[in-house]
């Protein structure tokens, strides 16, 4: 498992894309093809924006299908994060029925 | 070109100050002011110090009348504005501590500028902490939208400030840049800037692709959310681009669960013109609630509905969800 602490990256405003997608490239999408499981721990982190998330996330979504979300956890979310993550997760399996 | 700062030019009647625009002669910028004072919505001032500091880059002239109204000089060299401009301040002015509770003229041209000016901004304006997550949230997405998409030559500007009276934190935001339906051609095909402001706030369209979700990077929501935010506070959001601006209005009170949010911005009160000055880039100015309004993370429960809604999927409950730990 690879557990990524969000908040040593982006501190408590996740809002830097640069940032996201450096965590996305280098950490989240190696892990995944290798088949291991990936925790984003969102502890200490108070917000986040969506452009944020859908940079974090959108890409592994769109690559390996909705059945990626069984390897990928979201821990320490606070009610705003788990709003916007879920409204990335949710538009991107829109995505896969539009196409 | 001619720039004109009225006695008021707050969201509400923008257009005292949109009339006065003129950019036929390019050899020179003019502003004036109202003589006898002057207070108007960041907007405005970001829109002026964008335009000025292109002018600066291009060796255009700027011409500021020597008098000024005596009440004006305070606010203006509070908010930066002659910095930005580049004129001495023809007034020294003294400050006192905690005076007011504004952010000053910034330009920002890049993601780490921004990040800075974010933690910045916020002690500035005194927001509580549940209060600052919409203002900070609005702010990186529209200044996001400017590094990315607009190509300006003078970068992003931004000011803000608190009304206390009002209960509003007024944000504004200006660059120089392509545009928004330059932007939006990129990817789809766009007849007027109308249109294209009309795409650009709805749900899920970027300028970087057709595809719905977006690429990897951009998912052409930011402004959907921004526009909410402000909608979901009561309060007024206002864009401008080309020819064309749109300032989504106040709607009657209703209680928050039964407020409505629409995809196409234009079902909102709004007004639409298309018959403005053109303005080379995109001008962005909202209100939000300062302190009291919902809770932020209720306001993207509505918004996230909102979204959902729009792409009209009726297979949701197969949907995998993301799992929370």
């Known amino acids: 498992m690879k557990e990524i602490i969000l908040q040593q990256k982006v501190g408590s405003f996740a809002e830097n894309k640069d940032v996201a997608r450096e965590i996305r490239e280098q950490f989240i999408k190696p892990a995944l093809a290798a088949g291991v499981d990936v925790v984003l721990d969102f502890e200490g982190v108070s917000m986040a924006t969506q452009s944020f998330i859908h940079a974090l996330i959108s890409d592994p979504i769109r690559i390996y299908g909705a059945n990626v979300l069984d390897q990928i956890a979201f821990k320490n979310c606070n009610e705003s994060i788990k709003t916007l993550v879920t409204v990335v997760c949710d538009y991107m399996q829109d995505s896969f029925t539009n196409e | 070109m001619e720039v004109h700062l009225p006695n008021s030019g707050f969201l509400g009647n923008i257009e005292l100050f949109l009339r006065k625009l003129r950019f036929e002669n390019p050899k020179e910028l003019n502003i004036s002011f109202n003589p006898k004072w002057v207070s108007v919505h960041p907007v405005i001032l970001a829109a002026v110090a964008a335009i000025a500091e292109e002018c600066k880059l291009n060796n255009v002239p700027i011409v500021v009348p020597r008098q000024l109204a005596p009440k004006s000089y305070p606010y203006f060299v509070r908010m930066g504005l002659f910095d930005c401009i580049g004129i001495k301040s023809p007034q020294e002015i003294e400050f006192h501590e905690g005076a007011g509770r504004f952010v000053p003229l910034r330009k920002i041209s890049s993601g780490a500028e921004l990040s800075n000016f974010i933690s910045d901004m916020i002690p500035l304006l005194h927001a509580k902490p549940e209060n600052a997550d919409p203002i900070k949230y609005v702010v990186s997405e529209l200044i996001r939208n400017v590094l990315e998409h607009a190509e300006s030559p003078v970068g ?45 706030l709805r749900p899920g369209i970027t300028g970087t692709t057709k595809r719905i979700g977006g690429t990897e990077n951009n998912a052409g929501a930011g402004l959907f959310f921004t526009r909410n935010i402000a909608k979901a506070s009561d309060n007024l959001f206002f864009i401008y681009s080309g020819n064309a601006y749109f300032k989504q209005l106040k709607k009657k009170k209703q209680p928050a669960e039964q407020m409505e949010l629409f995809s196409d911005p234009f079902l909102d009160p709004c007004t639409v013109r298309s018959d403005a000055k053109v303005w080379n880039g995109t001008i962005v100015g909202l209100d939000i609630a300062a302190e009291g309004g919902k809770s932020f993370s209720h306001l993207l429960g509505n918004i996230r509905q909102a979204y959902s809604l729009d792409v009209k999927h009726k297979n949701k409950e197969k949907y995998k969800r993301p799992r929370f730990i």
Do not use: P, W
Not at chain 2, 169 to 193: K, L, Q
């Open chain 2, 156 to 200: 992003a500007f931004i000011c803000a400030q608190y009304f206390k009276n009002k209960n509003r934190i007024s944000i504004g935001v200006a660059d120089r840049g392509m545009g928004i339906t330059n932007s939006m051609s990129i990817s789809h095909t766009v007849n007027n800037d109308k249109e294209a402001i009309n795409l650009a």
